[in-house]
């Protein structure tokens, strides 16, 4: 029986300043495939990378993997990072925060 490759979109944010998370919308809108009209909040993130049906460029892997530093937003013990990185909880989206070198 032939397993599966599991397809990844890949978004590495290394290097990219990310203070807040419009800064976050405005780094993954592009890679994602994010629509205008998407809602830029961690609501609607979730909807797009676990529920599906808002970005045919998410929609078209099994997973995604963003890649960010420990810094800025990713840095913080606030609100908003908990929220977003919660959202990326499940089998189809994994945050990877990358520890400074």
């Known amino acids: 029986m032939a397993k599966k490759t599991e397809s990844q979109l890949v978004v590495d944010l290394r290097g990219r300043s990310i203070e807040t998370l419009d800064d976050f919308w405005d780094a993954v809108a592009e890679p994602c495939g994010l629509p205008e009209w998407f809602g830029r ?58 520890e400074e070198p």
């Open 41 to 98: 909040n961690t609501d609607a993130w979730r909807d797009t990378i676990q529920t599906r049906g808002i970005s045919e460029v998410v929609d078209s892997h099994d997973v995604l993997v963003v890649h960010v530093d420990k810094k800025g937003i990713f840095a913080e013990r606030n609100r908003e990072a908990r929220a977003l990185r919660g959202a990326f909880a499940g089998r189809q989206s994994r945050l990877v925060v990358h």
